[in-house]
């Protein structure tokens, strides 16, 4: 049987970047009070974020895109400890070239920073009427709000991606969204009603 400090713990000994707690928190009550009942998540990492979103409720369905092998194995792996396999579909591949059937109540955005426009516009037809798109780490664990602390030139560009993102989305016509501060800075993109 899954065990989710286990997760964590895997997670911080191989530093992998699994959602913060207050993150996680708000994304499990956002699926519980809009009840999302299937998600599409971009990037799994070792699962922990997919598992513990298909947890929250028993008749929720998760599809996760993962293009790192070791990563994917890992998943597949915790999902079925969890025996989730009927319930988190796991699919090997870059999320840029990975084509998506249907439409998802919550798509999460969760993996490389630099391509985060991209992935919100491929994505973005895959979303319900009224769904949401939300994505994590806005805030790069605080540098995108200050970006003079850094001085590797490759932070530098990544910082500027995200902030470009934020921007992409302030200035979005077609979505309407919500920066939260917790977490590592998450996002809600919601469509704007046409009326
Ligand atoms: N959602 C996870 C953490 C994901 S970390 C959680 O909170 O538990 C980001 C993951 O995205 C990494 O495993 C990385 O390999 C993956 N990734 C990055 N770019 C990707 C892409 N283009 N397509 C699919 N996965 C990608
Ligand atoms: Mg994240």
């Given at each position: 049987?899954?065990?989710?400090?286990?997760?964590?713990?895997?997670?911080?000994?191989?530093?992998?970047?699994?959602?913060?707690?207050?993150?996680?928190?708000?994304?499990?009550?956002?699926?519980?009070?809009?009840?999302?009942?299937?998600?599409?998540?971009?990037?799994?990492?070792?699962?922990?974020?997919?598992?513990?979103?298909?947890?929250?409720?028993?008749?929720?369905?998760?599809?996760?895109?993962?293009?790192?092998?070791?990563?994917?194995?890992?998943?597949?792996?915790?999902?079925?400890?969890?025996?989730?396999?009927?319930?988190?579909?796991?699919?090997?591949?870059?999320a840029l070239?990975?084509?998506?059937?249907?439409?998802?109540?919550?798509?999460?955005?969760?993996a490389a920073k630099a391509q985060y426009i991209k992935f919100?516009?491929?994505?973005?037809?895959?979303?319900?009427?009224?769904?949401?798109?939300?994505?994590?780490?806005?805030?790069?664990?605080?540098?995108?709000?200050?970006?003079?602390?850094?001085?590797?030139?490759?932070?530098?560009?990544?910082?500027?991606k995200?902030?470009?993102?934020?921007?992409?989305?302030?200035?979005?016509?077609?979505?309407?969204?919500?920066?939260?501060?917790?977490?590592?800075?998450?996002?809600?993109?919601?469509?704007?009603?046409?009326?």
């Open positions: 049987m899954g065990c989710i400090t286990n997760l964590e713990i895997y997670a911080k000994e191989n530093k992998v970047p699994i959602i913060q707690k207050e993150g996680l928190n708000f994304l499990i009550k956002y699926i519980k009070e809009n009840n999302v009942k299937n998600i599409l998540e971009i990037g799994s990492a070792i699962g922990y974020s997919s598992i513990n979103m298909a947890l929250a409720s028993d008749d929720i369905q998760v599809t996760t895109i993962e293009k790192n092998e070791k990563m994917y194995n890992e998943t597949i792996k915790n999902v079925k400890d969890f025996n989730l396999e009927n319930r988190v579909n796991v699919i090997y591949g870059d070239d990975t084509t998506i059937q249907g439409k998802y109540d919550l798509i999460f955005i969760d919100f516009e491929k994505y973005k037809q895959n979303l319900q009427t009224n769904g949401a798109i939300i994505t994590d780490n806005l805030n790069f664990h605080g540098l995108a709000n200050h970006p003079e602390e850094i001085h590797s030139k490759n932070l530098k560009a990544l910082v500027r995200i902030n470009n993102y934020k921007d992409f989305l302030i200035k979005n016509k077609e979505f309407h969204t919500i920066f939260y501060e917790l977490g590592d800075g998450i996002a809600v993109s919601k469509y704007n009603k046409m009326d």
